[in-house]
Every structure is written in C-alpha cells, then in structure tokens.
C-alpha cells in the first residue's frame, strides 16, 4: 500500500465528545459566555484533535517547501528562478520574512526541497526534490500522476518526521518564484471560477500583465482538461511540486491529529487540493489571514474556513500562518489560566 | 501647572524623519515591497514614536482601570457591582481572561482601582480611587469636573509610573460591570450618533432590554447636554472612572512617547476622550481588534484607526490588546531579523 493511500486511510474526523466537553468547561470560566469569540473555537477544535481538555502547543513548526515553475517563460513573473534557490538558502540561515516570525513565536523552520530547478546544498535543506521545476502546463500536464504523488508523499514524510519529534502546531509555507500561477489554476479548477476572478500581482506583476496572466492560466487549463473532482488530477495537471508537498504536510497532520495552520493562496490551494483528496481533513487546517493577493478570500470560502489576522499580508513563506501560531498557543492559555465560576465560588451569566 | 495640562501640553507629533528611514529600509528588506502589510506600518509607526529604527516593546504592561455605575440601577447591565470587585481581585491573582494573554506574551497586569463602589485590598490594586462608582447620569452628571481630572491623573499617573520602570508598550483594559452604557453615551455624543446605533449587549444582555438601554442613554445625554467638543465634559457627564483612568494612559503614553494599544468598545470611548482633548494622542494608539459589540466598529472608524484582529471577542479587561502585543512584537522581529537585498547580495522587485 502507498504512503499516500496510507495516510489518506487513517484520517479520522475529530473527537466530538471531547469537543462538547471542552466547551462546556469554556462555557463555565469566569468571563461573559461566548465573549472570548475565536479564541473558544480554537481551544475547542484543539481538543476534539487532540483529544485532551488542555491541549497544548507548546512545539511548533513551520515545514516551507520549495519548488521552481517552468511556467514563468510565459512572462507571468517578474523575477527569476535563482530566486527560489537563494531565499531558500536564506531560509536556512533565518533571514527571510518566516524567519524572523518564526522566531519571535518560537518555531522551528523546515525548509524542503521538492522542486527547486537549481542545485542547493543539503546541509540544512531537506533533499525530497521529485524533478527540477514543474512543466509549463499551457504545453503540458505541471507533471506526471507519479509525480504528483511523489510530491504529496515528500510533504507527509517531513510532516512526519517533524511529528515524530513531538511537533504539536504545524503550518504550511512556501518558496516558489511562479507559484500564484499554478494556485490561480487550482482554485480555478476547484472552485469553477473564470481565472480572471482569482488572478493576481503575486510579487509584485505590474497591473497590466495580471490579465495575461489569467489568460495564460486558461489556457492551460483548457489544454489540460483536469479533473475539478480528482486532486491529484489537478495537481499533476496545472499545479506544482512543492503545493503538492504543502498537501501533504496536511494530509499528515491530519492523519496523525496534529493541527495544520494554512497560509496565504498558495497554502489555500494546497488547503483544496488535500480537501478534495479527503473531505476530512479540513477538520484539522485553522485558516490565519485574508492575504491581500486577489483569490486568497475567494479561496478560504471554498475550503469553508475564516480567518482570524487582517494584516494586508501577501509575502507567502508561512508568514501569516506563523503570525497566527501567536493567537492559537494564546487560545491554549486561556484554558490553562483561566479558572471557572465555580471554582472562582460565584456566579456570572 | 496641574498634572493634566502638563501632560497635555507635552504631547508631540511622531518623528516623520525617523519614520521615513525605517520605511526606506522595510522596503529593502528581502521580500516583495509592502507585502508584510501591517506588520510594516507598525514598524514604521513605532520608529516614529520610539526615534529608533529598531524600536523595541520587549516590556509590556497592561493597565486594567477598574469602577462602578451607578446608573446600574436603571436596569442596563444584568450583573451586580459585586462583580467589579471579585473580577479586579481575581485579576491580580491571575485568574482571569486578561491574565491568561498576558502571561502568554509576558506583560504585566496592573490593576487599578480608579472607582471600584466597593473596599478592596491594595496589597495588589494600585489605589487611584477617586471615589466610589460614576453616579447615575440619567439623574445629573457622573461626576464633577474636578473628578474627571483626577481619573484622567490617575490614570496618567499609573502609566508614568510603568514608563519609569522601562515598559516600552502600554495597552488599557478596564473591569466595570454597565461601562458599556457611558461608553455607548460617550461614541453617541462625540460621533454625533443615535444611541441605539452605538448600544450593544455588553455582558449578554438580553436583546430585548438592549433598547431600553439605549432609551436611558438617551435620557441621560438630554438631561446633561454634554459638549462634544470638549473631552473633558463627555467624559465628566457621560462617562466613567476608569474610562477617565483609560484615557489619562493614553494621554501619559502620548506624552513620553510611549505606543498604547487600544482594547475593545470601552478602551475606544476611552480614546474618543483622550483624542478630543488632543487629537494629537491619535498618532501614539494602535487598534487591535474588531469587537463583536455593537458600535465598537463605529467608535474605531471615528477615531481613524484600523483593526489586525478579526476574533469575534467582546470580553474586554484589554484582552484585545494584549493579543495585539504579539503583532506589534512580530513587526519588530522583522525588523531586527530579516535582511535587505543589499546587505543579501541581489535585487529583487
């Protein structure tokens, strides 16, 4: 049996009963019931995941996959793909904007290979490269169903390994000059919406490019036919190797009950990608903030998640999501802090 | 010179100079230009107060004003005056929702009895008492001018305090069971704005006396004819102790250039006092989230700030603002961790 077909199998829905406990017990701490709004929900998912009155967050990390697209020769970028491959390494040596967030939260950051088109030292990079870039997918499938599951699986390894060593809080993100194109795609596909609704800047596209950009993405589309209801189908057809690999670090999550916070747009078509895999898992993901980039709001409907930061962000790398580690551990404290009416010895509605 | 005036009259524009730079440099940073969003303006915006490209809010503190209303009587809130008191010693032993966020960001809480109509123990609540609970308003104002004052110096004096011992950013919370009727009365008179567009539920008012509330702030802005124009009738006619305690750190942060984050509905009335008296204030605030109360979003347009969290929370004590220390602390990491392009050896738009 495949790893992938493995993991997909073992994801389970989350613990109701523990879920109805934990509100019960929020429902009783000394505040107005409801009023802490989010912060509730949050503790609440938390303990129908794991299972445990007093969830806790205490490790966490943020798996950053890598990936280059070939798709760029058709001008729908504005920097190179040596851009992939340098903030990469910059990763590994804390510079970059995930780094600096990671950091203040307290996060470890793992940075993957799955698809640069570039050689990278290994050191401290995670070798899980399927090919060297994804295809222009207005000539062609992005890559082969093989492949697509390659990435997936390269995704659920470092997830796995990252929960072996007691990872708590997981959050997808991403290095990948090129990678709002095959996005748009997916939440295209998915979503059935022209690609002109979900078409963007990315980093920077000046204004007048962005309709050839989702003219680009039609086509590729149109050339491909893939499957709205086949993840892997989409995937392979007009995605991308380290989106698959984000998928994957969801999948894993999920399958191992380990909470999985989504991104920007790239992690929410990632975020579409496993859900279509397996409708589950969205029981594991926490949305964090509405990304400025166009399609990020469009994208969080579809997976049917809200999101909790405002920011104006649109960097990708895991930022929002490392953003919002902040505000779920903050959920955790006021479960462990906070004493109930009745322990407090009075009575407030 | 009273307290307030000097205080006043310290009050200075941020540093556009300073801010300038820190944006000149945020742009070289290794990222897309503005693609961090908010996380940016506050780092800007905390140059310009702080005169430091690489401002810090490492020691934080938040200062919970706590009092009565007496126009409780008048059938607006659904708990007792007992509760003002048990919640403010709750607080000082850590037991409640501010308590919680606090420890997770590590700030200080510091409670202070700015009116409490009750005895409390001063081992730990700072004693600012004027006096005993904001009359009913609905029957001749809440309090003298000349209390006014001292809740604004009160709270003045508790910030100058905090500044001295080297907190470098302040938030202000509040625990007073009705304080949404004055706050309700007081974003009605300085927005120019029917009470029943600004009155909500406060602590789970049922729906059906959420009129009648609205019908006695009428009444009592009608029988007190506060002037909108000066902050200082608002507050003394129409307001609260410790929504005078609230504004006065406000005013204390403002002077020694010290950023204060503005909590929920309470805090915002609080600053619509604080920025009357001197709009200049406004540029020392920071917003922090959206309150689920009604009017909250109204009170936040009016002063002219905007919101990064999206929690649907609406406890107050500052458990909104101690949830936007992270944010603020997150920009300064991004400041002080991540690198230009420059320094990184390539250029990227």
Redesign the interface.
């Known amino acids: 049996m495949s790893k992938l077909f493995e993991t997909l199998k073992k994801i389970q829905p989350r613990d109701k009963t523990f879920e109805a406990q934990a509100l019960d017990r929020i429902n009783h701490?000394?505040?107005?019931?409801?009023?802490?709004?989010?912060?509730e929900d949050i503790a609440v998912k938390l303990s129908g995941i794991q299972r445990d009155l007093h969830p806790s967050v205490k490790k966490k990390a943020v798996i950053v996959c890598a990936g280059d697209h070939k798709i760029i020769e058709e001008g729908v970028a504005?920097?190179s793909k040596?851009?992939t491959k340098?903030?990469a390494i910059?990763m590994t040596r804390?510079?970059?904007?995930v780094?600096?967030?990671a950091?203040?939260?307290g996060a470890e950051v793992i940075v993957t290979d799955v698809g640069i088109d570039n050689e990278v030292p290994y050191d401290k990079i995670v070798n899980k490269k399927v090919k060297y870039g994804a295809d222009n997918f207005v000539k062609g499938p992005a890559m082969s169903r093989e492949e697509a599951i390659k990435a997936l699986e390269a995704g659920i390894e470092v997830a796995e390994k990252a929960i072996a060593s007691g990872v708590q809080l997981l959050a997808t993100g991403e290095m990948g000059i090129g990678n709002t194109t095959p996005s748009s795609a997916i939440v295209s596909v998915i979503g059935g919406l022209d690609p002109s609704e979900v078409t963007g800047m990315g980093?920077?596209l000046p204004q007048d490019k962005v309709k050839h950009k989702a003219d680009v993405i039609r086509k590729g589309i149109e050339i491909n036919q893939p499957n709205p209801t086949d993840g892997l189908d989409v995937l392979a057809k007009v995605g991308g190797l380290e989106i698959g690999g984000m998928a994957g670090v969801m999948l894993a999550g999920a399958a191992n009950r380990v909470p999985v916070v989504v991104d920007g747009f790239i992690s929410t078509a990632a975020a579409l990608i496993a859900t279509t895999l397996n409708p589950t898992v969205k029981e594991y993901l926490f949305a964090s903030h509405s990304s400025?980039e166009l399609g990020a709001k469009k994208a969080t409907e579809l997976l049917g998640l809200n999101?909790?930061?405002?920011?104006?962000?649109?960097?990708?790398e895991g930022?929002g999501a490392v953003?919002m580690f902040?505000?779920i551990?903050?959920a955790t404290?006021?479960n462990?802090?906070?004493?109930t009416f009745e322990e407090?010895g009075?009575i407030?509605?």
């Open positions: 701490l000394i505040k107005p019931k409801g009023s802490l709004g989010k912060l504005t920097s040596e851009i340098i903030q910059n804390g510079l970059t904007g780094c600096a967030l950091k203040h939260v980093a920077n400025l999101t909790a930061l405002d920011m104006n962000m649109r960097l990708g930022t953003l902040n505000i551990e903050a404290y006021m462990d802090e906070m004493i407090a009075f407030v509605d």
